[in-house]
């Protein structure tokens, strides 16, 4: 009996047993094991939903909550991601570098426009800023910015290495935020000012050499007229002679102004061209003809070789003759003293019509050359003002062409004379 009881108890536990495995592993033990793998996931940084497997059990409510966690994480993590692609879409596309640094000026994150903007070969993220820039003024106005947690304006001239001789200026903003109170960084904004203060450097430039050109004749004609005043116009050969000069340099004065109103009306694009089909030949032969008497004072030789297929393009017929009587005349100042010689060629090519104006006199030295197109800008300075130049006028020719949507250039070498070639497009 005894035996029978033990055996029925045994087979019961049996059969207890098998049918509580299956019940206990999907209620407790597979719950527990998806709950943890999906755990794992999410602290992995994959938000993928578990599997709706969990239907019952001590783990379904905890399974829904962990699946609205991990929807949750999940929008968050599209938000950082869509945030951070906007960002980097807004630092890309911005034209000032901007860079993030800590307290300790080490730099986190740059824009690409920084990078180019210094040249650098990588980005300088992991580098400091002395390391970065080497510049002491950044590194301080940066600390300033911490110290005083107000935004801090500086400018700063470094080089780079595409550019070593040429310093770039920068307007640089530094703000700082912080995340505690002990915890902060700051972001620094470069603005590239360089054209700014070479404009500026341009116009203070431009200011002296007027009140310069201006200054010579007025002090000619001031002195002239005091000694009229004192020599009481007795000596009337003398004052003949102290009116010519005077005449002679209100002359140059009133040429100078005509010639920088016409600059600055070229300039602000305020002198409107009158662009109709012009005969580029006929002016020319116009202004060789009304300039005969200089060119046969100076003895030169004027050879014009001009195709038909270059004479006519829409043109502005007034420019154009002061582009040809400043070219003529530049010949003749500039040309050989002896047997001067000024060769003008004209041909179409690629849609473009060609002008070469060549003398045979001392050519421009090379220094010179990059400078010949300035306002005011002199190779031979005495002989030009000597000779009634202003120093304008192949900055003249220069924006007339442009405005005619063509370019000229210089050809020259020492003893060889100088060539200017002008291009115009033939519609």
Known sequence: ??????????????????????????????????????????????????PREIHYGIFRPTMRH????????????????????SLRAILASMIEGVMIVDYAQ????????????????????????????????????????????????????????????????????????????????????????????????????????VSHEFRTPLTIINGYIETLIEDDL?????????LATMRKNALRIETLMEDILIISRLENRTQRLDLRPTN???????????????IAERHALLEIDWHTAAETLPADERRMEQVFANLIENALRYGATDNAKITVK?????DKIHIFFSDNGEGIPLADQPHIF??????????????????????????IIQAHGGTITLESAPTKGATFLIQLPVS
């Open 1 to 50: 009996m005894s035996t029978l009881i033990h055996i029925l108890i045994e087979y019961w536990l049996t059969l207890a047993a098998v049918v509580a495995a299956p019940l206990l592993y999907f209620t407790l033990l597979r719950p527990l094991w998806i709950l943890r793998r999906t755990v794992k996931r999410y602290a992995q940084g994959d938000f993928t939903p578990p």
């Open 66 to 85: 962990v699946r609205s966690i991990g929807a949750q994480l999940e929008r968050f993590d599209a938000q950082i991601t869509a945030e951070g692609f």
């Open 106 to 209: 080490n730099i986190h994150l740059v824009n690409d426009t920084l990078v180019r903007m210094f040249d650098f070969p990588r980005s300088p993220a992991g580098k400091t800023v002395a390391e970065a820039f080497a510049n002491e003024a950044l590194c301080a106005a940066i600390a300033e910015t911490f110290e005083k947690t107000t935004p801090t304006r500086i400018e700063i001239a470094l080089e780079n290495s595409r550019e070593k001789n040429r310093r770039r200026h920068y307007e640089v903003h530094a703000s700082a935020f912080f995340s505690d109170p002990n915890v902060g960084d700051a972001v620094v904004v470069f603005h590239d000012i360089t054209t700014i203060h070479e404009l500026e450097a341009v116009r203070r430039e431009f200011i002296s050499n």
């Open 234 to 242: 007795e000596d009337r050969d003398h004052a003949l002679k102290a």
């Open 280 to 294: 580029l030949r006929q002016i020319f032969d116009e202004v060789a003809a009304r300039l005969a008497p200089a």
């Open 346 to 350: 004209a041909h179409v090519e690629a």
């Open 374 to 399: 300035e306002r005011f800008y002199r190779v031979h300075k005495d002989r030009s003002r000597n000779a009634g130049g202003t120093g304008l006028g192949l900055s003249i020719i220069k924006h």
